[in-house]
């Protein structure tokens, strides 16, 4: 494959500032996410067929009237009359998804004035072609795109996620490679954590720190589980960490009766372009808007949720890192992203060589197979063959005439992603704190595998698992979080803490000055605390009883070993289970402490 660099270095952030069009009939690899690639194909005077994979890039673009004009969106239930109108009345800016490209088509077929050779086609975040073998994800789309784009008169296959000859489509293998080159690239540090706990908890217990201020900025989590979103919103909301107004979803439209079902009955689907309008506390993204789009908030801090269990959310994480990092294009935080994880795809693959042997073992066994369905003679025989399968086997494809062939590009997301797993993206260093034994310049696949464990986030505990409805906590890490509310004088966490554990309460009214050396006292175990209660009330009901019989005189000296023995014996007399202290004395007089004759003690001074 030839290659090809794009000289931009005399550009500050754009491509617009140096070419007035886009390279074609290439693979473009324009490096850097918000470069202006799909804002230069838009602004120009050239006839463009744009296509995206989702609607929320349509929408980022076309709701941006202040940007944008001119401009036909294609998706939903826009018909080919209305299509056929806007080419015969030579609109030059089509801007739709992968699964519009046959309507586009089939309009311009229809056409009187226009056809497919009259337009150039921008397929914008073209690695997205490389799961073309994911039937999960668009699959026919991918491959009629892969069949057809010859039919336009140019074409150029955009993306900023790095190009691997071996993982690129058949059909593209011909066309050249361009890639840009920018003066000065920034780095992304990227603080990766795999979570061994319930993964939602972590989620949960980020957006608290947020919102009480421990962490700067308003989270964004990038995560592909509207489930999950919707548990994770109904904890925040229910436990009032925050209202419905603090929350954004931006998800796929179908899931706004989801949300209101089950987390709120006020929460909406929201876009990214209401981000720019009114940004709020908590933003949760889907993979709707993991690419092409522009988040606009400021104050934005970028969270990768990649929860391996559920198949949806594992993001295939090698190739949408470089999308997300840089997905709010103003973020301050801009220059670290965070990961929580809790499986890797590379720690559960072959090697290479061998994941590559398997792919063409199957794509031998997939094309046998194919000739003896094509053999057999009977239409109703071969009714009765499971289309299930058929249907959802990676290594089956359909031709443009809709029959079923050998997908050429089998194996090319997993090989795309080893590959982006492998590649120089990411510094993973945090100051001094966070500092792992991989290289300062790392691969995902270093930092992943090969870090020391970093542990920079926490489940909830001691007070925050409180807050956020959990129904009991260890003792001690509330007893931790009391007394740092009693050193800090913060009235507030202090009278919530009590409110929901009384004992610390009875502690503070009866110890009064000294309750923190008697909680530490009682090893932070809530029955030693309680009985330590318990006996200070006992010796406070004869509180003025014991100075009488202790009968110490003022100015004079005494031995503290002997007072502490002579209270302890009256302690015994009273039933009260208590070895004297020094503190108890002072309670009881006021003292003057000294040493005389060696001897350690106290001179009464009243």
């Keep these: 494959m030839k290659e090809i660099t794009l000289d931009l270095t005399k550009a500050k952030n754009y491509i617009g500032e140096v070419y007035t069009d886009l390279p074609q009939d290439c693979l473009f690899n324009k490096v850097l996410c918000g470069a202006g690639g799909t804002h230069l194909a838009l602004k120009n005077d050239i006839p463009y067929i744009i ?50 490209l046959p309507k586009i088509l089939k309009a311009l077929d229809k056409s009187f004035s226009k056809k497919a050779k009259d337009f150039q086609l921008l397929v914008d975040e073209a690695h997205m072609l490389t799961e ?19 039919e336009f008169k140019s074409v150029c296959f955009m993306t900023a996620t790095p190009y691997e000859e071996e993982s690129i489509p058949d059909q593209l293998l011909h ?36 919102i009480d201020g421990r962490k700067k900025g308003d989270p964004f989590f990038f995560y592909n589980s509207v489930e999950a979103i919707a548990v994770i919103a109904k904890k925040l909301i229910e436990s009032k960490i925050c209202d419905v107004k603090d929350i954004r979803i931006i998800a796929a439209d179908k899931n706004d009766a989801y949300l209101k079902r089950y987390a709120h009955k006020d929460l909406s689907i929201e876009s990214t372009h209401d981000c720019r309008i009114n940004p709020k506390k908590i933003t949760f993204v889907t993979a709707k808007a993991f690419e092409g789009c522009d988040i606009i908030q400021e104050e934005g801090v970028t969270y990768i949720c990649a929860d391996g269990k559920k198949k949806h959310t594992r993001l295939e994480i090698h190739t949408k890192i470089p999308q997300i990092v840089n997905r709010i294009r103003n973020s301050k935080y801009k220059e670290t992203a965070y990961l929580l994880y809790t499986t890797s795809f590379t720690k559960d693959c072959r090697t290479k060589e061998e994941f590559k042997a398997f792919i063409e073992k199957e794509m031998k066994d997939t094309k046998e197979a194919l000739e003896e369905l094509n053999t057999l003679k009977s239409d109703k025989l071969k009714s009765y063959m499971d289309n299930d399968k058929l249907d959802s086997d990676e290594y089956l494809t359909k031709d443009l005439e809709g029959n079923l062939i050998v997908n050429p590009n089998a194996g090319k997301r997993a090989l795309s992603q080893w590959a982006s797993a492998n590649q120089l993206f990411y510094y993973n260093a945090y100051d001094q704190e966070h500092i792992t034994n991989v290289k300062p310049k790392s691969t995902l696949l270093e930092i992943i595998n090969n870090g020391e464990a970093i542990q920079f986030f926490q489940p909830p505990s001691g007070t925050d698992k409180i807050k956020l409805g959990g129904k009991a906590t260890n003792f001690k890490k509330l007893c931790l979080d009391y007394i740092e509310a009693l050193e800090s004088n913060d009235n507030e966490q202090r009278k919530f803490i009590e409110d929901f554990n009384n004992v610390l309460k009875e502690a503070r009214e009866t110890f009064k000055n000294n309750v923190i050396e008697h909680i530490k006292a009682s090893a932070m175990k809530q029955s030693v605390l309680e009985k330590r209660i318990e006996v200070q009330n006992k010796t406070n009901i004869h509180l003025d009883s014991i100075p009488m019989r202790l009968n110490l005189h003022k100015s004079q000296f005494y031995a503290l070993k002997d007072i502490k023995a002579k209270l302890t014996s009256i302690y015994e007399e009273m039933g009260i289970n208590k070895k004297a202290k020094a503190s108890d004395i002072e309670t009881l007089y006021k003292t003057h402490k000294t040493v005389k004759s060696g001897v350690n003690g106290y001179i009464i001074v009243a």
Excluded at 71 to 96: M, N, P, Y
């Design 175 to 210: 066309l050249p490679l361009v890639k840009a080159k920018w003066s000065t690239l920034g780095t992304t540090q990227l603080i990766a954590q795999k979570i061994e706990g319930k993964f939602n908890d972590y989620i949960c217990q980020i957006a608290l720190e947020h």
């Design 51 to 100: 296509l995206v994979p989702y609607i929320e890039l349509i929408n980022s673009k076309v709701k941006n009237t202040e940007e944008y004009t001119g401009i036909q969106a294609v998706f939903g239930d826009i018909t080919e009359a209305e299509l056929v109108r806007a080419f015969d009345s030579d609109c030059k800016k089509f801007l739709g998804t992968y699964h519009s």
């Design 132 to 150: 073309g073998d994911d039937k999960d994800f668009m699959h026919n789309e991918i491959n009629f795109i892969l069949q057809s784009y010859t």
